[in-house]
């Protein structure tokens, strides 16, 4: 099994950081895409930050310029290191990792997500 394990997150004033962490564990053999994805009150899950194992990053536009997401292969951790954080930002942040891991026969592709952090930004 895949175990996403995240912290951060929290209460904050507009204007102001923070930095999520996930880091995953288990019969892991390869981590390929790691990103980011969130989800408002009434609001869809949608995607924040992506970043491949080559290292190519991809964000959401309205994110762009202020969230950075990278990751450590070493530590099978990815980190969502956000700045300038406003209101409309608050939400449930939730980490998603795929690769391959372990199976009865060999390896077999994975697909996980993280437990949450919660997200508060006051105005």
């Known amino acids: 099994q895949v175990q996403l394990v995240q912290s951060g997150g929290g209460l904050l004033q507009a204007g102001g950081s923070l930095r999520l962490s996930c880091a995953a564990s288990?019969?892991?053999?390869?981590?390929?895409?790691m990103g980011w994805h969130r989800q408002a009150p009434g609001k869809q899950r949608e995607m924040v930050a992506t970043?491949?194992?080559?290292?190519?990053?991809n964000y959401v536009d309205s994110v762009k310029g202020r969230f950075t997401i990278s990751r450590d292969n070493t530590k099978r951790a990815v980190y969502l290191q956000m700045n300038s954080l406003q209101p409309e930002d608050t939400a449930v942040y939730y980490c998603?990792?795929?690769?391959?891991?372990?199976?009865?026969?060999?390896?077999?592709?994975?697909?996980?997500w993280g437990q949450g952090t919660q997200v508060t930004v006051s105005s």
């Open positions: 970043i491949t194992s080559g290292g190519n990053t």
């Open positions: 288990g019969s892991i053999l390869t981590i390929n895409g």
């Open positions: 998603a990792v795929d690769g391959t891991k372990r199976g009865t026969y060999g390896s077999t592709r994975f697909s996980s």
